[in-house]
């Protein structure tokens, strides 16, 4: 099903700050940075000084949940809800969610998408190599899945799945492929339907296949057909030709399947333990020869893919490391506070937020910031960190320098 969207509100470009609003903003983040240090070619985090690209009043946006930086590294998209929004009821008209494009150089905004009567069912993390992002939301009822195009703001496509209401389990997915279509997947009661869209939205097919569609890489899907402890692994083309197919008998639950880049599959497991779960990661090669496993028990899943890589996180421990070639932990990074990941970093957020690349390992940068609430943070590339303070409604965007 497809359906067309609110708003889009495009704001022209300023180039003069409004003094007014930034003056006092910039004061906070000034008297709140309490140091910075940057990373060196080889990781080694150094003394720093910053520079402030923008401060401005954040209390137009509420509630951010998101924010990430377009593919030119000079625009900053958030994801939020205004105070209306975000505490609207259910059947509140007012309920919903916006998408906005702020100009890093000054903070103006450049555009903004009102999507109505949904909640945010996951946040933005990132822009697709077509310039679209993906935005999902949804109600009582229904999921939805949105394109966006960076630039404009503009709604390219629009997806709706109703809620299963005799489903113990679903899965619901989505992944761009090389030539711009969109495929969504939608699994339950060990049955997947697979809609394949244009880049205009058209419907072109509709495949419906046993078993459940867990991830998807260039022209593969992974599958799994059966139950949690007993059942067909897959890699096939969207046509249904198999790559490889397999049986596995399984002594704990599987949690996710993973299809990595290189078409070599890992399948994450684990069985509740007193304290958290006792979590298995078992790789595949590309032909479905088994490679290695590797074990630990976590509070939490432990496991995220990055690339060809897998990365485990130790949240007792505030460590992350990679597994190498033979499943072994290696390039560990160790810091403090809450590991977030978002679609290219590593984040150890607190009072003191340490930011590395997840495909490299290697840390990027550091702040140190002085508030009644933690910061939120966000690395955009170009040696440039978004900061939102919440507690006292200010969003900025700062540049770190080399002393």
Not at 361 to 384: D, F, I, N, S, T
């Amino acid at each position: 099903m497809l359906g067309t969207m609110e708003s889009t509100t495009l704001h022209a470009d300023q180039s003069s700050a409004v003094a007014s609003e930034s003056s006092p903003s910039q004061a906070t983040i000034e008297k709140s940075i309490q140091s910075v240090r940057l990373a060196d070619q080889k990781g080694k985090l150094n003394a720093a000084s910053y520079q402030v690209q923008f401060a401005k009043d954040s209390k137009d946006f509420f509630s951010i949940h998101t924010m990430s930086p377009d593919r030119s590294g000079e625009h900053l998209i958030i994801m939020y809800q205004t105070e209306d929004e975000f505490f609207a009821s259910v059947k509140d008209k007012r309920q919903g969610f916006r998408i906005a494009s702020i100009q890093i150089k000054d903070g103006k905004k450049v555009w903004e998408t009102i999507i109505d009567n949904e909640r945010p069912h996951d946040g933005v993390y990132g822009v697709e190599s077509n310039g679209e992002m993906f935005v999902a939301g949804e109600d009582k009822d229904t999921f939805y899945l949105h394109t966006i195009n960076e630039k404009t703001g503009k709604i390219t496509r629009t997806v709706k799945q109703p809620h299963s209401s005799d489903s113990t389990f679903e899965l619901w997915n989505y992944w761009l492929m090389d030539n711009n279509q969109l495929v969504v997947s939608y699994s339950t009661n060990n049955k997947s339907t697979l809609r394949y869209f244009d880049p205009a939205g058209k419907l072109l097919k509709t495949r419906t296949i046993s078993g459940t569609v867990w991830d998807a890489e260039k022209d593969r899907i992974v599958v799994t057909d059966g139950n949690f402890l007993r059942y067909t692994l897959s890699v096939q083309d969207h046509q249904g030709k198999y790559t490889f197919k397999k049986s596995i008998v399984n002594k704990d639950y599987s949690l996710f399947v993973y299809l990595l880049p290189d078409l070599s599959v890992a399948i994450e497991s684990g069985m509740p333990v007193k304290g958290g779960y006792a979590c298995r990661l078992t790789k595949y090669d590309a032909k479905g020869k088994k490679q290695w496993q590797h074990a630990m028990t976590s509070s939490n899943f432990p496991y995220k893919e990055k690339g060809n890589r897998i990365l485990t996180i130790h949240e007792s421990s505030n460590k992350v490391f990679f597994l190498n070639d033979q499943g072994k932990e290696i390039n560990p990074l160790v810091g403090s506070g809450t590991i977030n990941l978002s679609a290219k970093e590593i984040y150890f957020e607190g009072k003191t937020t340490r930011i590395a690349d997840a495909q490299t390992m290697k840390w990027l940068a550091e702040l140190q910031y002085k508030g009644e609430e933690e910061p939120r943070v966000a690395w955009l590339g170009k040696q440039q960190l978004a900061i939102y303070d919440g507690k006292n409604d200010v969003i900025a965007v700062i540049r770190i320098k080399n002393k």
